[in-house]
Structures are given as C-alpha cells and as structure tokens.
C-alpha cells in the first residue's frame, strides 16, 4: 500500500516556526514529520475527550436507571 502525500503551504508565527525548526533538528526529522506528529497528537487528544464525553453521558444514564455496577447491569440486560 503506497502513502499518498499532498503538499500544502501553512503559516506560522516566527516563534512557533522556530521551535517547530529546533524540534525537528533535535529529533533528526523533518519539519513536515514533526508537523504530522503534532496534528496526530491532537487528534489523538480529541478522540480521547470525545470518548470521556460519550462515556460520561452512558454512566450518567446508568446511574439515572440504578446501574452502579456489572451484576446491576446483567439484571437490567436480563428483563
């Protein structure tokens, strides 16, 4: 399976650039390698907070129905 890349021209603030530069030379990797870490690394972040989200929102309706634990939600799935 071969990687297909698009190229696309970004701005950033001189110091944001810099220390993107600086990173990169410290880690021996290209200025667009750390740029792809970083946007996975947020992506990453937010599919974590999306999850917390959903998970809240199902133990908060558990609760609402007296779910507090798995033998709770065995009799519940039992009726």
């Not at 974590?48 to 519940?76: M, N, P, R």
Request: no cysteine; glycine share 4%.
């Amino acid at each position: 399976m071969t990687a297909t890349t698009i190229k696309k021209t970004i701005s950033l603030p001189e110091k944001l650039a810099r220390e993107a530069e600086m990173i990169a030379e410290e880690e021996g990797k290209t200025l667009s390698a750390v740029i792809q870490d970083a946007l996975r690394i947020t992506r990453k972040e937010r599919l974590k907070k999306e999850f917390y989200q959903i998970q809240g929102y199902w133990s908060h309706k558990a609760k609402e129905k007296g779910i507090l634990t798995e033998k709770d939600l065995e009799k519940y799935l039992k009726k």
